[in-house]
């Protein structure tokens, strides 16, 4: 079963890009975060539209 949500540092690895750039992503609104307590959580649907879509906003 593939997690609903993914770190910041596991979303990097799997887009094969740098935490700073994870977070310009989720600021630019091309990924979806959620914050359960101190940890932000991006979700894999928002990761899957980024990757087929090929551009961020």
């Known amino acids: 079963m593939e997690p609903l949500v993914l770190s910041i540092n596991e979303t ?3 887009l094969g890009i ?3 750039s994870v977070y310009a992503l989720i600021k ?3 990924l ?3 914050k ?3 940890r932000t959580l991006l ?3 928002s990761i899957r539209r980024l990757t087929q879509s ?4």
């Open 12 to 14: 990097a690895k799997a």
């Open 18 to 20: 740098g935490r700073s």
């Open 28 to 30: 630019s609104g091309s």
């Open 32 to 34: 979806d975060a959620i």
């Open 36 to 38: 359960i307590g101190t």
């Open 43 to 45: 979700t894999t649907e």
């Open 54 to 57: 090929g551009t961020a906003n």
